[in-house]
């Protein structure tokens, strides 16, 4: 048995753009992922960051199959899932479920707790009793730290942090392999997304849960993501190890969003160099030639950066980056200060 859960090469998705209204000629595409290739290994959280935008929700969804990849490979526990349909697919989705953004719109307005989460079971025919079925949910509300006497109450009677506990008790229900939160603590307060977010890191310990973590916030993911995939305009432009991630980023981009991460340490601040990029993403329907970054990089050099596609390799330290001048150690030091740093 491999040690990947998934294995994704040259996921494409291209949303076409049409004009007219009987002949629907298309006129272009978005490109919202574009070559995206990475593993994600049993047990292990990966973390997708970036702006808004840079294709991460549009990831989450082609690996759950909830769009159809334009081409590229999905495999996951050693099947090919891109081209399933039917009842192959519908089988394949019980080994994998989703954390929605918003715990407001993810849940029927109509339906009562219990109904929610008890779904999956209806869809898939199990535990067809009722009183069996009643019995499993409450257990499942009382595990992600709901009252089970709330069984029979209905979305709006609930606070922001509960819905998105009932969406993750649903996520659960089918005891998954992997489970995708596609920012599952951006509509939340801060106070409630430590709560939310040690829920998920127990229920990974205790279930044996691949995560796939997406969200905008670093320091969110520092705290959960064993690697992390730094995506910018459909593509992924460093991947890492999370220490390794925030001690020594190699791209360009990665060392800007880190440098806008508030430092709590005063000393650390004042020798922090903030990297403001200049202009803002560039659409997706038509994006720079060559490298994606290069019309905001602050390293970017002509007849290189704008002429050839740098490739996702190796630099020094181990991060995989698709940079043809990656950051040096003295470069990082300004942009991400240590306790070292500043002796």
Known sequence: MSDNLIEVRDLVKHFPLTSGVILRKQIGAVQAVDGVSFDVKRGETLGIVGESGCGKSTTARLLMRLLDPTSGSIKFDGTEIAGLKGAELKAMRREMQMIFQDP???????KTVGTIISEPYA?????????????IVQELMDRVGLNPEHYNRYPHEFSGGQRQRIGVARAIALKPKMIVADEPVS???????????????DLQRDLGLTLIFIAHDLS?????????????LGKVVEFASSPELYAHPRHPYTGALLSAVPVADPRLAATKKRQILAGDVPSPTNPPK?????????????????????????KDGGNLAACHFPLTDDEVAERVPTARTVG
């Open 187 to 201: 509509a939340l307060d801060v106070s409630i997304q430590a709560q939310v977010l040690n829920l998920l890191r």
């Open 104 to 110: 407001y719109s993810s849940l029927n307005p109509r």
């Open 290 to 314: 060559a490298c994606r970054f290069h019309t905001r990089c602050p390293k970017m050099v002509g007849g290189t950066c704008d002429a050839q596609e740098p490739l996702l390799e190796a």
């Open 220 to 232: 969110v993911v520092r705290h959960m993501c064993d690697r992390i995939a730094v995506m910018y």
């Open 123 to 135: 869809i898939h025919g199990l535990h067809d009793g009722e009183g069996e079925r009643k019995k």
